[in-house]
């Protein structure tokens, strides 16, 4: 019911910076607005981790091994999601992903089909 896209990886050397776009598209009668939106990343042998998170009126939520370094917002008006990668470390390496989350009556998870990003030299 919603389409996500991300876009906005790459390569870059440590210390740099990226920023990630997500754009989401809904079916008729859902809003964005609804929708608890986050970044997750995964790299092989570990499990998909939450980067950061945001409801749709703001408080931004990160993980400690970002915080500091990553901006998570977003444009309701627009549809759409960012995520300010800064101070990239190797560690950061990993395919992240777009996710959509809304509870209610169901629960309703929703994924992009990722963007890899890759720190080294």
């Known amino acids: 019911q919603v389409q996500l896209v991300e876009s906005g990886g790459g390569l870059v050397q440590p210390g740099g910076s990226l920023r990630l776009s997500c754009a989401a598209s809904a079916a008729s009668g859902s809003s964005f607005r609804t929708y608890t939106m986050g970044w997750y990343r995964q790299t092989p042998g570990k499990q998909r981790e939450l980067v950061a998170s945001?409801?749709?009126?703001?408080?931004?939520d990160y993980a400690g091994s970002v915080k500091g370094r990553f901006t998570i917002s977003r444009d309701n008006t627009k549809n759409a999601l960012y995520l300010q990668m800064n101070a990239l470390k190797p560690e950061d390496t990993a395919v992240y992903y777009c996710n959509a989350r809304r509870v209610s009556f169901r629960v309703e998870d929703y994924w992009g089909q990722g963007t890899q990003v890759t720190v080294s030299s």
């Open positions: 945001i409801v749709s009126g703001g408080s931004p």
